[in-house]
Structures are given as structure tokens and as C-alpha cells.
Antibody, heavy 124, light 107 residues
Framework: EVQLLESGGGLVQPGGSLRLSCAAS????????MSWVRQAPGKGLEWVAD????????YHVDSVKGRFTISRDKSQNTLYLQMNSLRVDDTAVYYC?????????????????WGRGTLVIVSS | EIVLTQPPGTLSLSPGERATLSCRAS???????LAWYQQKPGQAPRLLIY???SRATGIPDRFSGSGSGTNFFLSISRLEPDDFATYYC?????????FGQGTKVEI
């Protein structure tokens, strides 16, 4: 059974940094692309970033480009999201999710398993 | 960027009724690469449908997806109490991947 467990969320001041982690189990971690999706309180879903199975290809949505970095560690079966220069509008629940293929491209970039999420609050 | 619109924001129905949810794209979705997710309060989304009409593993056959181009639909043939939730569409034919704003199905 696929399990994704996020951690690292919390309260941070504007301009601060956080690193989110997602521990993966139940599947061959390096064989699948992974993604971070966020949901602001009471709002819809926003695709934040994704990374290929081997870590060689990454994508970040324009609103976080240059501030957030997605990465993965195959030895730890863990996905990361380094978030710098945080803004109030980054406040959201951040979900880690699995793509059903090695790369997120063409007709493969949907999400077949999700974690429970971790809450990030950016406030002074 | 492909913008997805899901009217109406809320759909009020009764158990046993049929639900038809709409997802309209601002331009053709390449490959008809569109997915549907269900989300209940306080829970993560769950994949229901991918490639517009393929059911995900373990999803009951009362859920079905249809459509192409700019108009897509999620149908729930007979609503059960567990189906009352918010439903999101997502296109993955082009970057950035985008979601609709969701349709809440309530009793």
C-alpha cells in the first residue's frame, strides 16, 4: 500500500524559510515522479512543483519559481520542498502526491496517491 | 495557461439521484488529459478518473467520466451518502497543470 507522510509545516514569519518532507513507502520510490500541491484555507488546489523519478527534471509554478525548490533523496525515500522568502499568500496545506509514471509529461501528470498534508502558516 | 471552470459551485441533490458535474476548459485540453478528484473535509483528494474516462483503481462503476476538447463531465449514477464531497477537475495536457475551483455536492 502506498503511504505518503508529510512533515515540516508550521508557523513562520514573512520572509522566512521552511523545508517540507514527505516520507514515501509501499512502492519503488525512484520509479515515479512526485509532486507538491497546495490548498489555501477554503480554496481550491494549486500545482506547486513536480520532479521526475531520477530527480533530473523539475518544474515549479511561476508563483514559486526562484523561492521554492523541489528535490528528492532516493536513499531515504523522501521528497522535499525547500521554501524560502515565504509570503502570506503561501499559507496553505501542502500535499505530497505520486505521479503514476517515471516522468511528469504528456499524458502522465495526474496524481494517483496523496498524503494527508502539512499546514504552513505564514504570518507575522 | 488553461483555465478550468466548474459550474455550479454547489450542487444540491438527494441520495439515489444522478449527479452530472461539468468542467469547462478555456482552450482544448491536449490529448483530453483530464482527471477528476474527490475531496472530503479535512481529507486529501482521491483520484477518481484519469484520461477523461478511465476509472482509477478501486473506484466504483457508478462514477464515470466523459467529454473531450473543452467540455468534460463527471457522472455519479446513484448518489450514496459517502459521495457528498467536493469534486475537482485537473488538466495535465499542458503546463502548468491546473485545477478547477471545485463543485461541492451537498444534500
Amino acid at each position: 500500500e502506498v503511504q505518503l507522510l508529510e512533515s515540516g509545516g508550521g508557523l513562520v514569519q514573512p520572509g522566512g524559510s521552511l523545508r517540507l518532507s514527505c516520507a514515501a513507502s509501499g512502492f519503488s520510490f525512484s520509479g515515479y515522479a512526485m509532486s507538491w500541491v497546495r490548498q489555501a484555507p477554503g480554496k481550491g488546489l494549486e500545482w506547486v512543483a513536480d520532479i521526475s523519478g531520477n530527480g533530473g527534471n523539475t518544474y515549479h509554478v511561476d508563483s514559486v519559481k526562484g523561492r521554492f525548490t523541489i528535490s528528492r533523496d532516493k536513499s531515504q525515500n523522501t521528497l522535499y520542498l525547500q521554501m524560502n522568502s515565504l509570503r502570506v499568500d503561501d499559507t496553505a496545506v501542502y500535499y505530497c502526491a505520486k505521479v503514476p509514471k517515471l516522468t511528469c509529461s504528456g499524458g502522465t501528470c495526474y496524481l494517483d496517491s496523496w498524503g494527508r498534508g502539512t499546514l504552513v502558516i505564514v504570518s507575522s | 495557461e488553461i483555465v478550468l471552470t466548474q459550474p455550479p459551485g454547489t450542487l444540491s441533490l438527494s441520495p439515489g439521484e444522478r449527479a452530472t458535474l461539468s468542467c469547462r476548459a478555456s482552450q482544448n485540453v491536449p490529448g483530453n488529459w483530464l482527471a477528476w478528484y474527490q475531496q472530503k473535509p479535512g481529507q486529501a483528494p482521491r483520484l477518481l478518473i484519469y484520461a477523461a474516462s478511465s476509472r482509477a483503481t478501486g473506484i466504483p462503476d457508478r462514477f464515470s467520466g466523459s467529454g473531450s476538447g473543452t467540455n468534460f463531465f463527471l457522472s455519479i449514477s446513484r448518489l450514496e451518502p459517502d459521495d457528498f464531497a467536493t469534486y475537482y477537475c485537473q488538466q495535465y495536457g499542458s503546463s502548468p497543470r491546473t485545477f478547477g475551483q471545485g463543485t461541492k455536492v451537498e444534500i
